[in-house]
């Protein structure tokens, strides 16, 4: 089916390294928003992007950013990983900015070495 | 600031028996509550919103304002109900959503 998709879907990287993430969102959809989620906790917000634009931001270092692609299609780019930046990085999209359902990607496994 | 809170990390049940995942919010505005569940090796599917008011794979939640709660109900477990479900809460004019730390049924034959 046309879910979100995420690539990669595993990566290992190395403390001080830099790592872009990937999303697509549903055909049609224009919100892309950014979670990470480390073992035991729920998905904690790290970025929403409507029509190219930052809409919301949670509280993650500036070493964290993003951009949204004229397709809609989205990157996340973590700078200077360190070992707590593992963790698995969800990728949601949805029809409008507001309050509407959010479809979330299977993911990108990251683990900082 | 927001929060969800989901007090407890498993709940294990025998197939038929009643469950009640509970969901308590911190919130001051208008808030919207969702539950999401995720079953073994499947993405984060959206299975409930308050506002829908909907009763899926026979579970329902309703939003008790005064207690600020929104626990999820369903009458009989069934096996397929096995899976992490977590809490959410959605605040402001974005897509932004609040996780609890999600709680994990077990249901058993």
């Known amino acids: 089916d046309a879910g979100v998709t995420q690539s990669p879907t595993h990566l290992i990287k190395t403390r001080g390294q830099q790592v872009t993430l990937r999303c697509s969102p549903i055909?049609?959809?224009?919100?892309v928003s950014w979670y990470q989620q480390v073992l035991g906790q729920g998905p904690q917000f790290i970025f929403q992007?409507?029509?190219?634009?930052?809409?919301g931001r949670g509280n993650f270092p500036d070493r964290f950013s993003a951009r949204q692609f004229p397709n809609y299609s989205s990157e996340l780019n973590v700078n200077a990983l360190l070992l707590g930046d593992s963790a698995l990085y969800l990728c949601?999209?949805?029809?409008?900015?507001?309050?509407?359902?959010?479809?979330f990607g299977q993911g990108t496994r990251l683990t900082v070495v | 600031a927001q929060r969800v809170t989901q007090p407890e990390k498993l709940l294990s049940v025998f197939k038929g028996a009643p469950v009640e995942l509970k969901c308590n919010y911190s919130?001051?505005?208008?808030?919207?509550l969702f539950w999401y569940v995720q079953y073994s090796r499947q993405r984060l599917q959206l299975l409930l919103r308050?506002?829908s008011r909907e009763s899926i794979k026979g579970f329902t939640a309703d939003l008790n304002k005064g207690e600020t709660s929104f626990h999820l109900k369903k009458p009989f477990a069934q096996e397929e109900d096995s899976a992490m479900y977590y809490c959410?809460?959605?605040?402001?004019?974005?897509?932004?959503?609040?996780f609890g730390k999600g709680i994990t049924l077990s249901v058993r034959p």
């Open positions: 308050h506002i």
């Open positions: 055909s049609g959809h224009k919100s």
């Open positions: 919130y001051s505005g208008s808030p919207e």
């Open positions: 949601a999209s949805s029809l409008g900015a507001g309050r509407t359902e959010a479809f």
């Open positions: 992007y409507y029509e190219k634009e930052e809409r």
């Open positions: 959410a809460l959605g605040t402001g004019a974005n897509s932004k959503l609040t």
